[in-house]
């Protein structure tokens, strides 16, 4: 009832940019907020960006400046502009979507991931 796909993954050296991609769909309840996390090696994982379905966004300390998170409600996908990539953003990177059911209650849904690699 609810999937997340998630694509632009990829190769780029440090101080390129890459874009990625998060298609949603629910055919029965509401997504609500939609966000990016990631996982490094031997890592927990962590916010990178996160926005609201009325477009307010946040972010983690270590990609102010250099990502942006964006949204198409219309569409139900999140985009993340990632510029002046670092060697430390190497990470799968995971969509995620906060739905509402029914009754109010929030539910946290997870994409398949997509590897970013940044060499040095």
């Known amino acids: 009832q609810v999937q997340l796909v998630e694509s632009g993954g990829g190769l780029v050296q440090a101080g390129g940019s890459l874009r990625l991609s998060c298609a949603a769909s629910?055919?029965?309840?509401?997504?609500?907020?939609m966000g990016w996390y990631r996982q490094a090696p031997g890592t927990q994982r962590e916010l990178v960006a996160a926005?609201?379905?009325?477009?307010?966004?946040n972010y983690a300390d270590s990609v102010k400046g250099r990502f942006t998170i964006s949204r198409d409600n219309a569409k139900n996908t999140v985009y993340l502009q990632m510029n002046s990539l670092k060697p430390e953003d190497t990470a799968v990177y995971y969509c995620?979507?906060?739905?509402?059911?029914?009754?109010?209650?929030?539910?946290?849904?997870w994409g398949q991931g997509t590897q970013v690699t940044v060499s040095s």
């Open positions: 629910s055919s029965i309840f509401s997504i609500n907020g």
């Open positions: 926005i609201t379905s009325g477009g307010s966004s």
């Open positions: 995620n979507a906060d739905v509402v059911h029914n009754s109010g209650r929030h539910y946290s849904y």
